[in-house]
């Protein structure tokens, strides 16, 4: 008797604990089946593939939406590229044409230059010829029968407020039988300024400032003599006289005025 009550409240404590386990508030329990890793890869990369085409395929139905195509850019691409090149070479052409231009107009410039400088030249020298023309036309009335030095057409001009150009030619005339003997001497400027309100005479050579073996004469037929007084600052220039000396005497003068 005692063992029968002993297996039966086994059984019943038996049967409480499985009721127990399989009631709601018992433990869950998860159950996951473990596959192999060369598996899983190939899965892994089959979703990879499924993904990359999805992928693609959108991409592809935007590019239709927006109407893109790529063989129409490859083909639009290749045509600017060619287009790229024809300007490209007409700007190098243009660029040739240009420089030679440049080089052929300043060849033209400098011929142009020195062109204008022996005009420049030319005409210079044809003022002087032209001058010694008008001298000798004055001249030749005068030297019938006459003898002694002469001033010839004495001409100044200022070429700055202080500064005076002077231009003259000195003749020497007939002497007869005896024919004609060179002469030396020396030509003095005078020239009559307004200095401080006053009236004054400035001597050229003066002397002190040297320079008197430009003014020395010595000529047979004819000299001419030219040259730039500089004058002190602030005077007003009036006149010029020249004087030709001989031996300290006065041979021959002319005055001009400005």
Known sequence: MTSSNTYSNSFKFRLKFWLRRLSISAPQMAIRTQLPWPIRAVLLAIVIGWAGAIAMWMYDLGRGFTGFNSDST??????????????????????????????RLNIEKSVQAQLAAQLKTLEVENAKLKEDLVFFESLLPATTGSQGISIRRLMAEAVTPNQLRYRLLVMQGSQGAKGEREF??????????????KSAMINFPDGKSG??????????????????????????????????????????????NL
């Open 74 to 103: 490859k083909s639009q691409i290749v045509s600017l590229k060619q287009q790229i090149e024809k300007l490209s070479a007409e700007r190098d052409e243009f660029s040739t044409t240009v420089n030679a231009s440049e080089s």
């Open 184 to 197: 030396v001497g020396d030509l003095q400027l005078v020239v009559t300024v307004i200095q401080d309100g």
């Open 211 to 256: 320079g008197a073996e430009k003014f020395k004469l010595g000529f047979k037929y004819y000299q001419r003599v030219e040259g730039v007084l500089t004058l002190p600052q602030g005077v007003l220039i009036k006149a010029v006289q020249a004087r030709i000396l001989d031996k300290g005497q006065i041979r021959a003068q002319q005055s001009a």
